[in-house]
């Protein structure tokens, strides 16, 4: 079994320390902020000295290579984009705070309706000009570090890329269009007369709609399991996560790091590459 460490605070002392108590055999430096322990045994105090120094680090067979995967799929807010767009969309209607607090407890399996909090949080939307959207877009949306670089990686392996969100198809259909996706999957609001309505049209895409979708596409493409990575933050992606070979926790919360095959906590999105050959 291989260890893969990285993390931008990464340094050779820790490298080291890790690669004694696991009795690697070899060290091989990915990058500046990334290392692959080699023959590594698993050893209590892995997660523990990783935790300690800030590192992310994941347990890999052997052997796997990124260029053999078949689907890569993610979800959008805070995972392949920085911020949660209703948060934004909240701040500009001027319900902030309360549509944070919502989406914060539903990202942490607190409300076990998913539909529920997102029809609520909607609501509060009602009566915003639909240029509210353009606005976030345009002034808020930034892509996640790494990003770009894992999305190029797909393209140059033909692995291709599904993204799956409880957001909204303005920005996962722009973001399809700028990225060169596969495929997408979100919400979409209704509008009249240039304004939100504060409802959603046909069905909401929620935990059991993202791993339904992922493994809708499994069956398209005709692949197995093995041959996919799913990533995710939140609780609403841990259905999709579990039907996928690898799972990524991305910058999660602990419930969602604590089911995942590993977790990325603080490299960026292009962490995904380092756990391949």
Partial sequence: MNLVLQSPFINQSGVDALAGVTRASSVEAL??????LKGASAHD?????????????????????????????????????????????????????EIAAITAAAMRGEIADYKESLKRRVALLAGQSETALERVYQDKLRLTPGAEQLVAACRKHNVKTLLVSGGFAFFTERLKARLGLDYTLSNSLEIEHGRLTGRLLGDIVDAQAKADEFSSVLKKLKIGKDESVAIGDGANDLKMMAAAGVSVAFRAKPVVRAQASCALTYSGLDGVLNLFE
Avoid: H
């Avoid at 990058?31 to 692959?36: C, G, K, L, Q, V």
């Avoid at 260029?67 to 948060?87: G, Q, V, Y």
């Fill in 31 to 36: 990058s500046a902020t990334a290392f692959r």
């Fill in 45 to 97: 105090s892995v997660a523990k000295l990783c935790e300690a120094r800030r590192l992310d680090f994941a347990w890999m067979p052997d052997g796997r290579r990124f260029a053999d995967l078949k689907l890569l799929a993610m979800d959008m807010d805070s995972t392949l984009i920085t911020i949660e767009c209703i948060d934004e969309l909240g701040a500009i209607a001027g319900k902030g705070a």
